[in-house]
């Protein structure tokens, strides 16, 4: 039995409860005791660590009370400080660090306000197993360049998800991506079991650990409907302890699929053995690659994981200007958890240099790359939602993703004009002078307006009637212009709207700049 975690448990939960448990100023003193706690029940089967205890409320003269939760593997364990595993001013308690198939005997004890116990309760029992579950929209979002939505119920649909939904990502191509954080309580070897969702908008979903793809893209894609894929079982790796990066990524689409979305239910992780000691540094990495992300000035560096005696933790990708750059702390650009970094924020046309390597939980370091180089894209997107806003004769609101549509950013600008005439003046600078093709994204809607867009006070291309009874999201081309580094006004004028529309607001989710 390890008893030190269960105590650092106990002592956390007590220190938060203290301040409920004081005398109550301004109350006589109470004598009576709450009455033993009724209705323990212990749930512990399949889940590795942890088993999940609920309770009766108490029955007291005095409200409120606070329960004290006892356990031991010795069924013959007395209520007492050695025993004591958390408090909990509710009804229930999740206690962790239970270990893998142990058996554990729990009693729960009441208190009132005066410091008053009950009696103990009976005694109830539970066996911890060897599977931790993550429910896809637990898991906290890391980073992503599409829209992600946790948790999902997807209406109409709830009876199919475990816990309250899935995980979402809006993902448009192959290009996009989400990496969701795990938190892993204990070093393992666990096979990794998941569930995708299906729907005729859904792509061909892979999941990644740490950036190892682990099984087979999955076609996620039916004619109609919803429905989950049965358990999929995909790897057993070596994890070290501490977070992970579960990436999800489409691969491609069937060629039937309107879209490139993904959807995940749930992670399991089943441990299946002990973790090897993590003796040894990474291997080199392989394959490094340096290319520009369409319609955007960004560089997706990318690379094969390295091999290890247990799952790398991390990489350290340096980079410069220069080549021959020497990898120092000035020239470390971010540490990320899997095998991709996408450098964004960059001038044009720029190039750059790259040197990684891996790094393992144990703090190891793997050989650095060699430096390999890529030159930044033609495309400068600057997102609505972050331009400066010069003037405006109406309101400005921003809105995250709507509409089953997924914005550049997660985010669009709305523009809520309303009347002909309304102006915005935003602000946006170039990096460099050059003859660029300008082209706005906005989102369609059924009470949008019409809008003319110019640039330095010049008006570029045709006025944009938004109306659209299905939402959509499109970009509207308005030609070249030539444009010298520095700031400039981009200005939105409604112009009218459609027969059909009772609005005239309009929304800016981008604006793409494309050198020519
Ligand atoms: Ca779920
Ligand atoms: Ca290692
Ligand atoms: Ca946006």
Redesign the pocket.
């Known amino acids: 039995m390890k008893a030190k975690q269960y105590i650092a448990i106990a002592a956390t939960a007590a220190t938060v409860l203290v301040g409920s448990v004081s005398s109550s100023p301004g109350r006589p003193p109470d004598a009576v005791a709450p009455e033993p706690v009724t209705g323990l029940a212990a749930a512990g089967v399949g889940d590795l660590n942890r088993i999940q205890l609920s309770w009766n409320a108490a029955v007291d003269n005095v409200a409120p009370d606070i329960y004290r939760v006892y356990g031991s593997t010795d069924p013959r364990f007395r209520p007492g400080k050695r025993t004591l595993l958390g408090e909990s001013a509710l009804t229930g308690l999740r206690v962790d660090g239970l270990g893998t198939h142990q058996t554990w005997y729990f009693k729960v004890v009441a208190l009132d306000t005066w410091g008053n116990e009950s009696d103990a309760s009976v005694r109830v029992t539970a066996t911890t197993g060897d599977t931790i579950r993550y429910?896809?929209?637990d898991l906290a979002l890391v980073r992503s360049n599409t829209g992600v939505v946790t948790p999902n119920p997807m209406r109409g649909y709830t009876g199919v998800?475990?816990?309250?939904?899935?995980v979402f990502v809006q993902a448009r191509g192959t290009t996009d991506f989400a990496d969701l954080a795990l938190d892993l309580p204990a070093a393992g070897t666990y096979e990794v079991r998941t569930s995708f969702t299906r729907a005729p908008d859904y792509g061909q979903a892979t999941l990644a650990v740490d950036g190892h793809l682990l099984g087979s893209p999955v076609d996620a894609y039916i004619p109609s409907g919803v429905e989950k894929t049965d358990d999929l079982a995909l790897a057993p790796i070596p994890m070290a302890k501490g977070t992970h990066v579960v990436t999800l990524a489409p691969a491609g689409r069937n060629s039937a699929s309107k879209g490139f979305q993904i959807g995940v239910?749930?992670v399991d992780l089943k441990l299946t053995g002990a973790a090897p000691e993590d003796r040894t540094a990474p291997g080199p990495i392989a394959d490094p690659v340096a290319a520009p992300v369409e319609g955007s000035s960004t560089l997706r560096v990318t690379w094969t994981p390295a091999a290890d005696d247990v799952l790398v933790t991390g990489y350290e990708v340096y980079g410069s200007t220069t080549a021959g750059f020497e990898p120092s702390t000035a020239t470390l650009l971010d540490t990320v958890p899997g095998a991709r970094f996408d450098h964004g924020g960059l001038p044009l046309r720029q190039n750059w240099f790259y040197r990684v390597r891996a790094v393992d939980g144990a703090g190891h370091r793997g050989p650095l790359s060699a430096e390999f180089g890529g030159i930044s894209g033609d495309s400068l997107t600057v997102e609505g939602e972050t331009m400066t806003q010069i003037a405006t004769t109406a309101a400005f609101a921003i809105q995250n993703n709507c509409c089953s549509q997924a914005f550049s950013g997660g985010r669009q600008l709305r523009f809520i004009a309303t009347k002909e005439g309304d102006t915005a003046e935003l602000e946006f600078t170039v990096g460099m002078d050059g003859s660029y093709t300008v082209a706005t994204t906005s989102l369609y809607a059924r009470d949008y307006g019409t809008v003319q867009f110019a640039i330095d006070g010049v008006p570029v291309g045709a006025p944009v009637d938004l109306y659209s009874a299905p939402y959509k999201l499109e970009p509207v081309s308005h030609g070249t212009l030539d444009l010298a580094a520095g700031a400039h006004r981009l200005t939105m004028t409604i112009v009218g709207r459609n027969t059909a529309s009772p609005g005239f607001q309009v929304s800016l989710d981008k604006l793409t700049l494309t050198l020519g």
Not at 161 to 166: L, M, P
Request: net charge negative; glycine share 18%; proline share 0%.
């Open positions: 429910e896809g929209e998800w475990s816990d309250h939904g899935q239910d749930y």
